[in-house]
């Protein structure tokens, strides 16, 4: 079903038969999901869109109410919108928001300078719009839960939560004022922080991805029961070991030779880079050795030269972004999966969608020991790891399993195991309503009788 943008004030959005004047069902939680984020156009093809639509697309399966409101659905008009079959709530910044931010741009423009201070000026003011738009909408009827993909200057999920009463659970996948002044050199580093602090710390419970974003939550001031560690997963209706579909291996000109494979955004921090020395190391033992390199970014341009310098575009598939639904088809043409991501200067924080994609699809992995990955995969057991930034041991790793079919059949199979039994959407969203219970009754023994 195609989803519909309500940018411009409505009566709420049904919910179902409540909603209907047909009674509630006490089983059925009614869950307000914010993606405030610019950054997360939530019909886009990101990592981050499509958890949020997995996870949305997971409590409605479990029997659950949704509404999803967001500010962004698409980055570009003529990119394909992913499709979702909830209640979608587009929620664009007011007039008065959107004139500051433009008067902003204008002053930059005057003095010759660019800098992120209009984007972070949007989000704050943001703010204000979004938590009185979603107030007006659902202050007769409020939900049981609000769940929200944490977001830079984000703090509107607190104030609903307080105005209609419920709680709010939090969703952290990035230690967002350290991204921001790391990669964007924010002009409001000290205000990001204190943002931050004050979005974790008011939250009745905490969701990171990683480990190592506990660490940061726990920092941050959060109390340490507040806090939970829940990975990424997969739709295993969608990711799952098959058959390699012959008219995909024709479309990508694959041949009949091993296949190297990588699925993701080509920017720095996922390490892509390393690509075209590492097939220059393998493809002298492996003449019929292809790669594919699925995604874009702004490093495609650095990736083509660095292969045509070498003599090796000729071996390399470029997809291009693909559609979510599209992107099994393509892994399970792979021999040898890659995530190679490189040493950080701070905590490798992320939880790699594309890991949990890759071993549900049964494809033996190659993957750094950095951060949550050796949490997943064991070495040997569901995958190969590596020194990170190693291009020797990486090169090693891959050579083993190209070698080796029986190994790779081996790992793959026990990857999919695993992941179809601990890291599913389904799975994720069972443990956050395990714990919207839990609030729930710690609410109620607070309050008391009566």
């Known amino acids: ?28 939680p009614r869950i307000l999901y914010l993606c405030p984020d610019l950054g997360v156009p939530v019909l886009g093809h990101k990592g981050g869109a499509v958890h949020v639509r997995e996870l949305v697309a997971a409590f409605e399966r479990a029997g659950h109410r949704v509404v999803l409101a967001a500010q962004m659905l698409n980055k570009s008009p003529w990119e394909r919108p992913a499709e979702v079959a909830t209640p979608l709530l587009q929620i664009r910044p007011g007039p008065a928001a959107t004139a500051a931010v433009q008067a902003f741009k204008e002053f930059n423009e005057l003095l010759g300078v660019e800098n992120p201070l209009p984007g972070e000026l949007r989000r704050i003011l943001y703010n204000a719009d979004l938590q009185a738009d979603l107030k007006r909408r659902f202050e007769n009827e409020p939900p049981d839960l609000i769940y929200e993909r944490a977001s830079l200057y984000a703090t509107a999920g607190v104030a609903l939560a307080r105005s209609l009463d419920v ?10 004022a350290l991204e921001q002044s790391a990669y964007r050199n924010s002009g409001l580093a000290e205000l990001a922080a204190l943002a931050e602090r004050f979005t974790l710390t008011h ?16 920092a941050c001031g959060v109390a340490r029961d507040r806090v939970h560690v829940l990975p990424n997963g997969v739709d295993p209706a969608a990711f799952h070991q098959g058959p390699r579909d012959p008219a995909v291996r024709a479309r990508l000109k694959l041949g009949p030779g091993p296949v190297l494979g990588f699925v993701g955004g080509l920017r720095p921090w996922h390490g892509v880079e390393i690509l075209p020395a590492l097939l220059e190391r393998l493809a002298p033992r492996h003449p019929d050795l292809r790669l594919v390199i699925a995604g874009d970014g702004p ?5 083509e030269r660095g292969l045509d310098e070498r003599g090796l575009a000729p071996r390399v598939v470029f997809t291009g972004l693909l559609p979510h639904e599209e992107t099994a088809a393509v892994i399970r043409q792979f021999d040898v999966a890659l995530a190679p991501y490189g040493p950080t200067e701070h905590a490798f924080y992320f939880s790699p969608l594309k890991l949990f994609e890759y071993m549900a699809c049964g494809i033996a992995v190659v993957a750094p020991e950095l951060g949550q990955i050796p949490e997943i995969i064991r070495h040997g057991e569901t995958g190969l790891l590596y020194p990170a930034g190693d291009l020797d041991g990486l090169a090693s790793r891959c ?7 029986t190994l790779r059949a081996r790992l793959g199979r026990a990857a999919a195991r695993l992941v179809q039994g601990a890291h599913t959407w389904d799975h994720n969203a069972r443990r956050v309503m395990e714990l919207a219970r839990s609030l729930k009754k710690a609410r109620g023994r607070r309050e008391g009788p009566g």
């Not at 079903?1 to 038969?17: E, Q, V, Y």
């Not at 990683?210 to 660490?215: D, G, I, N, P």
């Open 167 to 176: 709680p709010l659970i939090l969703e952290l996948n990035a230690p967002l």
């Open 399 to 405: 050579e083993e399993l190209v070698a080796d079919p």
């Open 203 to 218: 939250a009745d419970a905490v969701i990171v991805v990683s480990s190592a974003l506990r660490e940061h939550a726990l």
């Open 299 to 303: 490093l495609r341009a650095d990736l």
């Open 1 to 28: 079903m195609a989803p519909t943008a309500n940018p411009s004030p409505s009566p709420p959005p049904s919910l179902g038969r409540a909603a209907r004047g047909e009674g509630s069902s006490p089983s059925r």
